[in-house]
């Protein structure tokens, strides 16, 4: 399982929120996409996030900062854990640029078109989980992407992702008897 997390972080008003233009890799690069990235050995989802924001956009926050609101996942191969916060720059420091990939608040209502997958139905959504009450515990729960397919030559005893998030994963082998999954 490769697992992921991404932040989704407004300001206070909820008018903007802060994206990053993706290098990498490969299938999202030149798009925006939230911060956030993968989970390590040992780390937690909340951890990981944590440790992006701080690598990726010079946030520094705590577990308390953010709220997990879902996971979008193909309950075989992959994860990624949304979480959402409100931005306060006295505890949190203000949002820079720290890698090669830059980071910038982009307007709620002007979001480019060049964005990852997801980005576009996540946004309002976590815009509206904080317009209804910050209820604690609320959360889309488990979105599912049906991107896995059974094997024809083991008659789908085995099954083959041929998606990786939303690109084609061509190195993908059946789980049972390691061919294409095609016959
Ligand atoms: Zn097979």
Request: charge should be negative; aromatic fraction near 14%.
């Amino acid at each position: 399982m490769k697992k992921y997390t991404i932040g989704i972080l407004f300001n206070e008003s909820l008018t903007q929120v802060v994206m990053i233009y993706k290098n990498r890799p490969d299938w999202q690069k030149d798009n925006f996409n939230f911060p956030g990235g993968h989970i390590e050995n040992g780390e937690t989802s909340i951890v990981c996030l944590i440790r992006e924001f701080e690598e990726e956009c010079a946030i520094k926050t705590t577990i308390d900062t953010w709220k997990y609101i879902g996971k979008i996942t193909n309950n075989k191969n992959y994860y990624v854990d949304v979480f959402t916060a409100i931005h306060n720059p006295k505890e949190h420091g203000f949002v820079k640029t720290n890698t090669d990939e830059v980071v910038i608040w982009i307007d709620c209502n002007n979001i480019p078109e060049n964005i990852v997958t997801n980005v576009s139905w996540l946004l309002p959504f976590a815009k509206d989980w904080w317009n209804q009450g910050n209820v604690e515990n609320l959360s889309f729960g488990t979105f599912n992407y049906n991107n896995i397919e059974n094997c024809e030559n083991c008659n789908g005893e085995g099954y083959t992702n041929f998606y990786d998030q939303g690109e084609p994963d061509l190195d993908s082998k059946c789980t049972v008897c390691n061919g294409t999954g095609k016959k």
